[in-house]
């Protein structure tokens, strides 16, 4: 179990995932046990190292969700 993720995340996502949403995390670091727990737990794709805001990892993230710009929006 995550020790830091709010109550009730895990629900949150498998709510929004049973509506169709999907989830993909774009993470930074690369420390890949820290981003790999927290997607490992809520059963959601990652990629590390995406040295964003540079859109070589937004575009791979696009591609793994196999969807259209217009329908992905950036949470941070």
């Not at 993909?24 to 990652?46: C, D, G, H």
Request: with cysteine.
């Amino acid at each position: 179990m995550i020790k830091f993720c709010f109550h009730g995340v895990k629900d949150w996502c498998n709510n929004l995932k049973g509506q169709g949403i999907k989830f993909y995390i774009l993470s930074n670091t690369n420390k890949k046990e820290k981003v790999e727990r927290v997607a490992n737990e809520l059963n959601i794709p990652y990629s590390m190292f995406a040295k964003k805001p540079l859109k070589k990892g937004f575009m791979q993230a696009k591609k793994n969700l196999k969807l259209e710009s217009n329908k992905i929006a950036v949470v941070r």
